[in-house]
């Protein structure tokens, strides 16, 4: 049991301009109560226990502000292919799985990128029947929206040649690649995850991120119902380590009402977004562009939900106090989304609601600075493997791409976040992406766009909490949230401290 008041001694960057850095910070009853020299508070809680971490730094708590919680734990037992540079690497990681795996149950996997199996064109179903004959496979893009598929999976679908496309998808051929929503016509075979199974996955998720000095994350929809209702359970058991801020699907926005909107008995959860797709994603070339599309002669990518939907349920979703959340990677699909919200804006404004746009990857010059005011989330950490892809399918949008210090500049809100599993949650890493703006052939992708130390850690911790409305985090001052990260260096080794 903690002693009820503690006092934590350490260089803390407080990220409130009135007293930016200070000594140490009271602490009691899950808030903080005062911050000071250690001299100060000591004298006014005679009696708090003492932590000394005088030779580390302490900052209000990271929160990964785009996450797919429980997919992710899912997939830390999944068969791994990030950074795969071979379909044979593919090959071989499948045929290893096979092995430890009854046969006829399910393979799955994901974190491929077609240019880095050094792949022109979408891989068949064959290559996976070699290694995998009697197992069915599915393979995740990294960016999840394309899967690679083997004969079995597609038998058990009954996805043949004559199979017509679904509506928003794309059956590819010769068969094995599915993209966006034709995707699901596999996934609707997997057997769904039990009750226990979706709590363990909840769990692992939110404990790896714990490890890795996270308090808080924002975890998007795009995942089954199950998925939120185990986090929610963890809550209300007191098991769940972080703060999370759920979306919701705009197709499940008319049961927001039975879902409980407000915070469950732990506390800890919270239904906050409703989240739309205005389009599909660059590796996939399911990005939505204006012309002249994507320069390899792809087209112009697939536009989903339309912007009057997202105008009309929009609205809805601030009716009930939740932020429209809105994923846009194309420079189209971000200008659609910027005149839905133009719509939007007055009824956000009125409610305190700050209007969000997920990705805001590719854009035009023109549209930077309508991000006034709304919250950019964005991914550091994906541009490592875009840079490459940027310059040869979209090299007429390089300059808006990762346009963070022109996003911060024009007054938008920056948040941070990883996508796991679409990429790791690795603090060091995004630190990594968003300061140096190095890709993984060692190229810088637009310099200029770099932010400091200060910008990202802001934007990883700050940000996130206006994003979300939460006020009392991201910030160490008298009222907010114990929740913090101690670091030995700003941007290196970070481990999570919540009184
Ligand atoms: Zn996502």
Redesign the pocket.
Known sequence: MRAPLTVIHARTLTLDDALPEVQAVLVGGGRVLAVGSADELRAQAPRAEVLDHRDLLLTPGLCDA?I?LVMYGASLGEVNLAGARSVAEVQAKVAQRTVTTPTGTWIRGGGFLLSELGLGDYPTAALLDEVSPHHPVILYSRDHHMTWVNSAALRAAGITDATADPEGGKIVHPLGCLLEGASDLVVAQLPSPTEAEWLAHAKAGADDLTSRGFVSAHT?A?EEPGAPRAVQTLAARGELPLRVWACLPHQRLEHARELGLALAPGGLFQWGGVKFFADGALGSRTAWLHAPGFADGSGTGIPLDPPELIVERGRQAIDLGLTPVTHAIGDRANTEVLDAYDQLRPAAEARGIRLRI?HAQHLRPQDIPRFRGLTASVQPIHLQADAPMIRTLLPHLEAGSYAFKSLQDAGAILALGS?AP?APPDVRATFAAATTRLDDGGRRLTPGETISDLDVLRAYTRGPALAAGWNDEGIIRPGARAAFTLWDRLGATAQALVL
């Open positions: 785009h797919h998007m795009y997920e996508d679409v």
